[in-house]
């Protein structure tokens, strides 16, 4: 076995070339519960590196992808952004990295910013933040800070499975519950519960919302697209004991991704009903960058027959292209197909009753934290 260095990578306007014909493809049983099917180079490198059996050993020796977490040494932890289709200008990821292993994650091709693959490297090369808590409480307490609700959750899932070793996300909780300040949390992990008991006292005072993905109610879709994230009957139980528990909570059903579970819109929102949820939301499938060939190598793979139909789809939702990352388009889309399950979305929504209320949440009670460097007040 040995690795070559291939010439640099095509424009990403030139025709997908499947991973089986480029020689990336992974032994299967290597990447066993992971979602991509590749870890081919991200696009700042200088040269694509491919597995490849020369003759003098042999690829099935090699071991199957194994998780590992480094310690990423961040000097900040609020990401900022002015984009306006989103309802937030702040954020905090507790993690680089997902082992959730969604196929069609957006935040993938982050990874490549690390000189990382936003294939298989994205699901097993995960950094954490120790120091997170840290630095939110030395930003929060900063002169100029004006509150406003903090996203977490809006690059990797907070609540992946490593979470629950290192308890970063509940650090963060812990702050952010001291100091009044608000956060709307998104994931589609049922870890979530096990910070209940800071979600509820944050929602007494108006100072949280949750938002759970629910993708398909089907689990055999659901383990091809999400390996390692919590199954879908276990999403439904996750909403149904926070609702009871007080906390404000929505479902998204995201992305919804024509001919693979657009069909299940309906069913998912009267699912999502039952828990006793009424708020819901629905993102159509991004395909920025990397993840446009990890997805279609996805879709040869499990779905041969419907490749070419699927892609149709989501050019006619792109205005012709793979992508559209065009504020206010990006996230629903545009055009016939669009239109349709937009209105197919907004029609379950009525007849159930979802989204007559505004979640909010408020900075009243916000209190700037006291710096561990700051001298205590003698009187």
Known sequence: MSLSSALKRPPASLPLTPAGDRGAAIDRDRRRGRGTLTNVSGRFEPLTRVAFDDGWESLEELPPFKTTVTVDSTR???????????SFDRSINPYRGCEHGCVYCYARPSHAYLGLSPGLDFESK??????????LERE??????????????????????????????????????RAGHPVGIVTKSALVLRDLDILTRMAQRDLVKVAISVTTLDAKLARLMEPRASTPPRRLGT??????????????VAPIIPAINDAEIERVLEAVAAT???HAGYVVLRLP??????????????FPDRVSHVFKLIRDM???KDNDPTFGRRMTGSGPIAWMIGRRFEVACERLGFN?????????????PRPATTQLDLF
């Open 239 to 252: 909403l149904r004991q926070l609702v009871k528990a007080g906390v404000p909570t929505s479902a998204l």
């Open 356 to 368: 007559l209320t505004n979640v909010k949440t408020t900075t009243e009670h916000f209190r700037r």
């Open 76 to 86: 900040k932890i609020i990401a900022r952004n002015d984009s306006p289709d989103i």
């Open 126 to 135: 995960l950094f954490m933040k120790p120091n997170a808590p840290e630095l």
């Open 318 to 320: 792109r205005g012709g």
């Open 140 to 177: 929060l307490s900063a002169p100029g800070y004006e509150p406003r609700i903090i996203a977490i959750g809006s690059n990797t899932d907070p609540y992946q499975p490593i979470e629950r070793r290192y308890k970063i996300t509940r650090r963060i909780l812990e702050v952010l519950e």
């Open 289 to 302: 960058l990397e993840l446009r060939d990890l997805f279609r190598e996805w879709l040869t793979e499990n």
């Open 276 to 278: 006793g949820v009424r």
